[in-house]
């Protein structure tokens, strides 16, 4: 399905991938076989590929280009802070002007009392912070045995050893021996794939219920802290149902553990506020960032710690841990012209009142398609859920890969929709349009006619 090469450029540098590059998450003999495709460029909501291809990049490259490619404003700010100090650590008692900055304005626009920030180079990094900052705390209170962290099965929370343990993704589990222990998993709120004859809301509060059961099960005593993201996102773009949050922080509320929001996706203004955590009202002790922090120009994450968590660890002695690019220089003044960006030219309260209810009007067009079982999303996030038969929610065999099958026709087609499984997902740049908007949903439509055509025969 997809066209034939025609730039011999592209073969070559298929060729160095196949014999020189490990490219994260793939089965290198199949890549080897396809060959990558070569992106170049990129500008506003769209990519163009090696053959002169251009596409709707409805993934905002890994949900992290938020304010679109090729903002001047961001390669400036890079190139400038390049020129005046392009780096020095912040270890050992010195800082330099853009972390400094890039933390005050970060706790400005954070949920209440989320006042301070350790940096990091990635989301992945992020969480390997948490957990040991949040054992650091529960030390420094006295109660050392509290160490556990419960996340959830098919959470995403990045890619290191504790990443990928915290994270609940069998698949990464079943390598290298994960999890680690102290980490334990509970089930994920997936109405639509795990439901079964529950209504939303009943099945919203069993969910949540399992956490109270995982804690008594552990003991409070032994409990650290829960992390979750406000929305799955690689996990397929999980909107839990109305009943769920609301329950989980009763919990929380009644047992003395850590909440940990892991914003590494909604925050920065995906949902249409500036976190999940304000959109769900989640007033969590913790959360982590990254991508859209710099709209993915330079790498750059952090661990945003509340006041009530700072008040112990400060008074706790050294916290020994860091990396070499903590609050790096570059990757901070890009990260505060991207917040300065986002500030003036209000661009999440444009998300809020106009573009994302656009977005999802237009979207949840689609479930009158033989293909859709289901569409939901909230903000500038999106599923589509393919299913054999609509009324029962029964899925294709696997063997026919529907997923993988409509992602092939919609590259094809000049729109990137990632598969998870059998859930098409997007996650736009924020500053899409409505006419860029018209043209995603329009390409998703055709996919799915040509997906239907392709497996229904
Ligand atoms: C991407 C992601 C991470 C990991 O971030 P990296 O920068 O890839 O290490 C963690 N949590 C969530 C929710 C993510 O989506």
Redesign the pocket.
Known sequence: MSKPVTNPQTLQWQAMSREHHLAPFSDYQQLAEAGPRIITRGNGVYLWDSEGHKILDGMAG??CVALGYGREELVQAASKQMRELAFYNTFFQTAHPPALELAKAISEVAPKGMNHVFFTG??????DTMLRLVRHYWACKGQPNKKVIISRIN??????VA?ASL?GMKFMHEQGDLPIPGIEHIPQPYWFGEGGDMSPEAFGVWAADQLEKKILELGVDNVAAFIA?PI???GGVIIPPDSYWPRIKEILAKYDILFVA????CGFGRTGEWFGSDYYDLAPDLM?I??GLTSGYV?M?GLIVSDKVFDVINAGGDFNHGFTYSGHPVAAAVGLENLRILREEKIIQQVKEETAPYLQKRLRELADHPLVGEVRGVGMLGAIELVQNKATRERFSGDVGVGMVCRGHCFANGLIMRAVGDTMIIAPPLVISKTEIDELVDKARQCLDLTAAQVLG
């Open positions: 890994l949900w990635s989301g992945s990094e992020g969480n959470g995403y929370h990045g890619s290191t990443g994270g993201e799955q996102g690689a892991d914003e590494v996706i982590t990254a991508k790498p994450g």
